[in-house]
Structure formats: structure tokens, C-alpha cells
């Protein structure tokens, strides 16, 4: 029990990590925090417009106050939130987001995940390497399967989600769009 708390405070208030990509550059993962929000907007706004899309499923081209607010100010056990950067000229460069949010608040089963991995760095294993810090994370809060809500045409997240080797199904919706489940027991 007392380990148990004890990751679970990592996780929720100061996680944080490192990872090599492929290129040779350091990934630093830390968990997102309410002073995130000028960052979240800026790598937001340098996104092209189909990276945008596929994200939300319409034309958005700037946060809203709102948006920030849920998306930076996480309590880190319903809803984990990561940002991975590089540092770059002494400089931290925001390069990616990872997050689940729990579908149903009071039950340990299922939660939603979706990324964002900054243009010029796609390609290169993050969101590959954030699916793995929020698939140990969730284990850790007892969370069963991951849902991604993903284009039919948005191939790159498709490939990210069969890559990581979970099991997986996934179904169309009535709105056609994928609904693709990981298995994480
Ligand atoms: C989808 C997305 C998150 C992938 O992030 P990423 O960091 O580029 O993914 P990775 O580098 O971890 O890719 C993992 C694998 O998928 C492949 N892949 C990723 N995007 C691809 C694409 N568009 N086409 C073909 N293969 C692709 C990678 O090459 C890699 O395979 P490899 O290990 O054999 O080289 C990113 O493209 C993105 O942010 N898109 C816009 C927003 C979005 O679609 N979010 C998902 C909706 S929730």
C-alpha cells in the first residue's frame, strides 16, 4: 500500500523522465503544469492545418481560454497530461503532448488518449515513447484500455497505436471515425 501511494504522487505531481530518439537528441518528458498554457498555445499555433484537423476533427486554428484550462490544468489521475520537449540552443523547445483522460470519473476501466507531435518532429518515436510513459502510468492508477478517436484517413496514428504491440480492435462510429481500443491488462 504505502508503494502504492508512493508512485502514484510521482505520477500525479512531478513525473518525469528521459528518453534518446532516434536522431541522437535527449527527449525530457515531465508531466504538464498550469504555467504550460503560453507553451501549449505557441506549438499549437506552429501545427499545419491537417495535423490540427486530425487532432479536434475541425478547422481550429487557436486554443481558447478554455481549452487551455482543461488541457493544462490536469489533476494528473483522471486526466494525465505530458509534454515532451528538446533542449535546443540552452532553450527548452516544446516538441509533443500525450494524455488519457478517464471516460467514466469513478471507474478504473477505460480512458481516452490522444497526441500532438510538433510538425518537424514527426517521424521520430515520440508519440511512440509518450504511449509507453501513459501506458506505465496507467497501469499504475489500475486504468484497463485506451480509446483513440482517430480519422479514418489519419494513417500516422493509426500506425503509432498498431506499433506499440498492445492489443487492439477497433470499430467505426456512426460519425466515421475510428474508434480504436489498446488493452493494457
Ligand atoms: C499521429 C502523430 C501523433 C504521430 O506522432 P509521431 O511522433 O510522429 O509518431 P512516431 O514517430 O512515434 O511514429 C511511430 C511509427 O509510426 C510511423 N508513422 C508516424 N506517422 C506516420 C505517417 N503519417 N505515415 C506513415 N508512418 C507514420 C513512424 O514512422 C513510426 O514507425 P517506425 O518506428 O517504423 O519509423 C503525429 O503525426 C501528430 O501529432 N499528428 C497530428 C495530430 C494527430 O493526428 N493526433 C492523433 C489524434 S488523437
Redesign the pocket.
Known sequence: MKNDSMNHSIARENYASSDVL?DGRTLHIRSIRADDKRLLQESWQA??K???Y??FFSPKDKLTEADLLYFTEVDLVNHVGLGASIVSDDAEVPV?V?RYIRSDVGSNAGAE???????Q???????????RHLVLIAREQAITEFT????PE????Q??L??SGLPMKQVINSAGVLEITLSLT
Request: net charge positive; proline share 0%; hydrophobic share 50%.
Open positions: 532516434r501545427l499545419s491537417q495535423s490540427q486530425f487532432r509533443g500525450g488518449l490522444a497526441f500532438v507531435v510538433g510538425e518532429y514527426q517521424g521520430l518515436g515520440i508519440a511512440t515513447i509518450l504511449l483513440a478517436f482517430v480519422l489519419n494513417t500516422g496514428m500506425i503509432v498498431h506499433k
